[in-house]
């Protein structure tokens, strides 16, 4: 859904949640075809057994890029991506786990750099179905000012 914003139309504390997606086997075999990433942590269930996870992880990328591709419900052509800052993978992510992303405007500033756009920092966490954070991080966006 397109949705036109601009820096003074959001606000601290505004909050959104995604839709879901169960991570699958396939994933696991594009994203590393993708990447070249075929680590044994996430492709040899046999090395993972022994683990302390006892099944292979998914890639933190893999995480990062369908986290935050579930948020591209909702897009603004009137912003766009400036960065991530503090990401971190505090929990796994196996095969079968459905995760959503969960969003929260934490703060609005001018862009030092371009009066014309103000800055937008969001909390980002990926949370899977047992409620635990599996990806944090803060996403910082800038977005076009009404007037200047």
Known sequence: MER??????YQVGEHRKTSGRTITETD?????????????????AEFMK?????QRIAH????????IGLT????NPLAF???FERLRFPKPVFI???????LTITALD????????????????????RGETVLACDHVYLAQRRSV
């Open 60 to 67: 933190g990328t893999m995480t990062f890029a369908i986290g």
């Open 110 to 129: 001018p862009d030092p750099k371009r009066p014309q756009q103000g800055r937008i920092t969001e909390q980002v966490r990926v949370i899977n179905q």
């Open 50 to 54: 022994a683990s302390e996870f006892g």
């Open 28 to 44: 696991f075999v594009v994203h590393a075809g993708h990447t070249g990433d075929f680590f044994p942590h996430h492709m040899d």
């Open 72 to 75: 591209a419900s909702e897009i």
């Open 96 to 102: 079968g786990d459905t995760i959503h992303t969960e």
């Open 4 to 9: 036109p914003r601009h820096f003074e139309d």
């Open 81 to 83: 991506t400036y960065g």
